[in-house]
Structure formats: C-alpha cells, structure tokens
C-alpha cells in the first residue's frame, strides 16, 4: 500500500486540466492536494481558529477611526495582595502537600490526628436532652 506522501506526489505532478472558469465568477479557487488524514482538517480549523483570534485580539486593542493612540500606554503591575493567581495557585500546593502528609502520617501511625497529639476520641458526645 502507497504511503500518504509517496500519493501526493503523485498527485502534485500530475497534469492538470486546463479548465476555464466562468466570466462572472470573480473568486478565485485555491486546488488543494488530497488530505492524507482526518486530523488534517482539525489541524487547518485550529490554525484558522487561532488566525481569528489574532485578528480579535488586534482589532480590540486599535483605537477607535479618528482617535489617535495614547502617547505613553499605562503598565499596571499586577496584584500582589489578597485573591490573586498566584496566591491562590501557591495556598492549594501547600493544601495538597498538607492533605497527603496527614494522610501518610494517619496511615503510618494508624491513629487519627488528634489521637496522635493527645485528645480522646471515639468516646461520642455526652449531651443529655
């Protein structure tokens, strides 16, 4: 069986069909080598995705016809206090190391934690009603 590439180089030098196109077609059509797969057409609807975003993200950041750009652009800092990435990505590293270091402390020692620093438990609650 012929690989994919070994196929399209066939098909790249095959001769091609002098066809004529209509007069009053002014768009113009791109020919196209065969797909050698269906993750070929994922890869140009990502590609043509990301192009869109670019033209977007331009777009946004142009001034509106008629206003001139700023002379000098403001650079924010970012934040260094309170509910900010990285303080939040940091607080649930050290809560999953905490979370598993009292795992393996609980699993190794085969009490629970307050039994371990010297509180009784399993006693239940001594409410009367």
Do not use: C, H, Y
Not at 86 to 105: C, D, F, K, T
């Amino acid at each position: 069986m012929p690989s994919a590439l070994a196929f399209r180089a066939r098909v790249a030098v095959a001769p091609k069909r002098a066809t004529r196109a209509p007069a009053s077609s002014a768009r113009r059509t791109v020919a196209r080598a065969p797909r050698a797969g269906p993750l070929d057409a994922i890869g140009d609807a990502i590609a043509e995705n990301k192009r869109a975003q670019a033209a977007r993200a331009a777009s946004a950041r142009a001034s509106p016809p008629g206003v001139p750009p700023p002379p000098i652009v403001p650079v924010a800092r970012p934040p260094m206090f309170g509910f900010v990435e990285n303080a939040e990505r940091w607080n649930s590293r050290a809560s999953m190391i905490g979370w598993w270091s009292l795992l393996l402390v609980e699993g190794v020692a085969g009490k629970g934690l307050l039994d371990l620093v010297g509180v009784k438990t399993g006693q239940g609650i001594n409410f009367t009603f």
